[in-house]
């Protein structure tokens, strides 16, 4: 109320979005007398019930590598902005021949559920990683979170500012160097946002379909059909421009212009209705509904004849 009255006072257009915004963080957050605050937050561990913040998270991919040391690889990939280690969880049999796949998620700072699902398909594999057939088993695996200059502005006072220049930020230069130089070929590369529940694909900047459109379009569709079965949930499949806006320097034009990731998709996760504050009970269920997704688009891609994806032109390595 007093922030209503303080933009009423100014003339300033406003309205009210969530008025009890305690109801969407963490329990740990609400300092009433009726919850107990039970943990420290340096001993808080993932449990999807919840959005945790970057040393839990960090926390989490250590505990995986210590507890599968024999598929879980934690990297330093590079610094953030702010100093910070950028690191990566890689998960492999270190088989030679395996295709990559890469997952990335908060990208941007408000979508926190994109953090959750990366970290539960990480927690999945690495847990059933010896039982999951070869489709699973034969990839290798690389999730990453944190920074990035997508959906770009160039209002540098702009939430989506994408930087002077690209690949300005040492996040997506982290990135950038990653896939271009592990040596592995990607097949599929996902990166998770947040709220229109819609899975696309390039092109974004133009109208024109891409050479892949039709796989990316039949991939995409596995993918919405697995989500649909797993709890009901809708998401639109199509063009990023078709379903979204136009767009330019994004991740996903990048990945297959540039890394010719043949499988590259822009996945916007839950939810319409509360945006960037889902509900905490709905976290785990989209956790669950985009794993089956993902497992879906696994399979199928593993169907198609990979055209692009074993040979990154040499000119691209150095
Ligand atoms: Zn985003």
């Known amino acids: 109320m007093q922030m209503a009255k303080l933009f009423q006072g100014r003339d300033i257009p406003f309205e009210v979005i969530v008025s009890d915004a305690s109801a969407y963080v963490s329990p740990l957050r609400i300092r009433s007398p009726n919850v107990t605050r039970i943990r420290s937050p340096l001993n808080r561990s993932l449990d999807w019930k919840g959005f945790y913040p970057l040393h839990v998270v960090y926390n989490f991919l250590n505990n995986l590598e210590k507890t599968f040391p024999s598929t879980c690889t934690v990297s330093v990939i590079g610094r953030s902005v702010e100093g910070r280690d950028i690191k990566m969880l890689k998960i492999s049999n270190s088989d030679a021949n395996n295709t990559g796949v890469w997952l990335d998620g908060a990208t941007h700072a408000r979508e926190w559920i994109s953090t959750s699902v990366v970290t539960y398909i990480a927690d999945y594999l690495a847990k059933n990683f010896d039982s999951l057939s070869?489709?699973?088993?034969?990839?290798?695996?690389?999730?990453?979170?944190?920074?990035?200059?997508?959906?770009?502005?160039?209002?540098?006072?702009?939430?989506?500012?994408?930087?002077?220049?690209?690949?300005?930020?040492?996040?997506?230069?982290?990135?950038?160097?990653?896939?271009?130089?592990?040596?592995?070929?990607?097949?599929?590369?996902?990166?998770?946002?947040?709220?229109s529940e819609a899975i696309s694909f390039p092109w974004c900047h133009t109208a024109d379909p891409c050479p892949d459109y039709v796989n990316l379009l039949e991939g995409g569709t596995a993918m919405a059909k697995a989500i649909f079965e797993t709890a009901g949930r809708m998401y639109k499949v199509g063009n990023f421009k078709d379903i979204m806006y136009y767009a330019s320097g994004t991740s996903i034009d990048w990945s297959y212009g540039t890394a010719r990731i043949p499988f590259s998709y822009l996945v916007e996760l839950r939810s319409k209705q509360d945006r960037f504050t889902l509900r905490r009970e709905e976290i785990i269920v989209c956790c669950k509904e985009i794993l089956n997704g993902v497992k879906a688009l696994v399979e199928f891609a593993d169907k198609k004849k990979c055209l692009n994806c074993s040979v990154i032109p040499k000119k691209l390595r150095n």
């Not at 944190?146 to 997506?172: A, I, M, V, W």
Request: net charge negative; glycine share 10%; proline share 8%.
């Open 134 to 195: 070869v489709n699973y088993t034969s990839k290798d695996w690389y999730y990453w979170g944190r920074g990035g200059t997508d959906h770009s502005s160039g209002d540098p006072n702009h939430l989506n500012y994408r930087g002077p220049e690209p690949f300005s930020e040492p996040e997506t230069t982290a990135i950038k160097d990653m896939i271009l130089y592990s040596g592995t070929p990607f097949k599929i590369f996902l990166s998770f946002h947040a709220c």
